[in-house]
């Protein structure tokens, strides 16, 4: 049986939750309801409890809850949380990463897959700002339904209305349906974020990488079942699911934990690899009469080394950020590095740091232009790939 966690907003279309639970436990759902101080304006917790069959949750601020069902426990027991109705004011503090009541507390405190289904007048869901927070929690990977499109409560026309229960019951089929563990019995070493070369003990050269592509792809692995080493450089990231995580700053350091996690099935560099280092200084730096000129020396080229090393990985991804003649340049990086694939990205917009990115694909048969969508969604479907080449026989 499977178990939702279900967070009431407080909207007109709260009344739609009593039918949605009605169909969830209908289909062998477990549905528990957290109710927010607004959504009770409009569904009592009566009517959730009654027919959730279940206690209902709506305030952080209850000792008696607090010691029987912790709010951290309550979001990491379920399977999924659902959001219905999500108001364009609980979508935002959620975007913020808000923790102002038990609701929004929950949400920021799993990683259980959440799934909202918005309702809200017309305006408010087309205004720019909703639009944002809806683009920034499609990025950090939360499903947001398209809101129904009609007439509404409060009299106007157009997108905004709460989808159907039974469309929300469907996505909710859809986000839980198991995926198939492809990749088990595999590893694959996936590298990320930047490298930082010291310069002395204070100061060091780096790049704009956050890391949060090559995370994303780590975690998509995972859930396919792989087991993954993920090489990380100096992020702020928290370790995705299931990954084992190496952290290192320099590339010579990573250089040497990617020979250190070597055999792999697979190996994808997503890292950006700083191109040189320099010998740093023992100590700090003083100002002088002279400014000091950096003498730059090679790293070793991680992915060539891999490529053409003796413990090649069947399959070898290779990333090429560049910011211009994006395809030209990675064609001719797939080819002298040896890498099998190359994932294309132009980074000269918001790509580095940013929640999405658009992707070229090269392989030897050929050149592949993904849409912009979010890096969750670029890593499942790079993740997909990766299963596909290596169930093909050898
Ligand atoms: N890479 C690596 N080790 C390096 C430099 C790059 O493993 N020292 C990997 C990256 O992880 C990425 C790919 O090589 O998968 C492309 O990196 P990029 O910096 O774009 O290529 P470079 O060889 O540095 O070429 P250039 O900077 O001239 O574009």
Redesign the pocket.
Same mark, same amino acid.
């Given at each position: 049986m499977t178990r939702i966690l279900l967070i009431v907003g407080g909207g007109i279309a709260a009344y739609k939750a009593a039918e949605l639970i009605r169909l969830l436990k209908k289909r062998g759902h477990a549905v528990r309801c957290v109710l927010t101080d607004s959504g009770a304006h409009f569904v009592t917790p009566m009517t959730l409890a009654a027919l959730s069959e279940d206690k209902v949750y709506t305030t952080l601020w209850d000792l008696k809850d607090e010691a029987e069902m912790g709010h951290i426990q309550l979001s990491r027991e379920a399977d999924l949380i659902v959001v219905a109705p999500a108001t364009a004011d609980l979508l935002a503090r959620m975007a913020g990463g808000l923790a102002n009541d038990l609701a929004t507390t929950i949400l920021l405190a799993t990683d259980t897959p959440v799934l909202a289904a918005p309702a809200m007048n017309v305006r408010m869901w087309g205004h720019v700002a909703t639009q944002r927070n809806v683009a920034q929690l499609r990025a950090d990977g939360i499903t947001v339904m398209e809101p129904d499109e009609g007439p509404m409560a409060c009299g106007e026309f157009g997108p905004g209305r709460l989808p159907e229960p039974a469309a929300i019951a469907a996505a909710i089929e859809a986000a839980l349906k198991p995926v198939a563990r492809r990749l088990a019995g595999r590893h694959v070493l996936v590298?990320a974020g930047p490298t930082h070369e010291p310069i002395d003990p204070v100061r060091y050269l780096a790049n704009r990488s956050s890391g949060r592509q090559g995370f994303a792809i780590a975690e998509s692995l995972a859930r396919l079942g792989a087991r993954v080493t993920l090489v990380a450089g100096p992020v702020t990231l928290v370790t995705p699911p299931g990954v084992d995580r190496i952290d290192v700053e320099t #590339?010579r350091e990573?250089?040497d934990a990617v020979a250190d996690a070597l055999p792999a099935d697979a190996a994808v560099?997503?890292?950006?690899?700083?191109?040189w280092h320099v010998a740093a200084a023992p100590q700090k730096m003083k100002k002088g009469a002279a400014v000091p000129v950096l003498q730059l020396a090679e790293?070793?080229?991680?992915?060539?080394?891999?490529a053409q090393g003796p413990d090649r990985p069947r399959l070898v991804?290779?990333? #090429?950020?560049?910011t211009e003649r994006v395809v030209e340049?990675a064609v001719a990086?797939r080819i002298?590095?040896q890498?099998d694939w190359?994932v294309a990205n132009d980074v000269s917009g918001d790509v580095m740091g940013g929640g999405a990115n658009t992707v070229s694909l090269i392989t030897a048969d050929g050149i592949e232009t993904w849409d912009r969508l979010p890096k969750p969604v670029v890593a499942d479907r790079l993740a997909e790939r990766i299963a596909d080449a290596l169930s093909d026989p050898v």
């Open positions: 590298t #590339a990573m250089a560099m997503v890292a950006a690899v700083a191109d790293n070793p080229d991680i992915l060539a080394r891999v991804v290779g990333f #090429a950020a560049e340049h990086k002298r590095k890498a190359i």
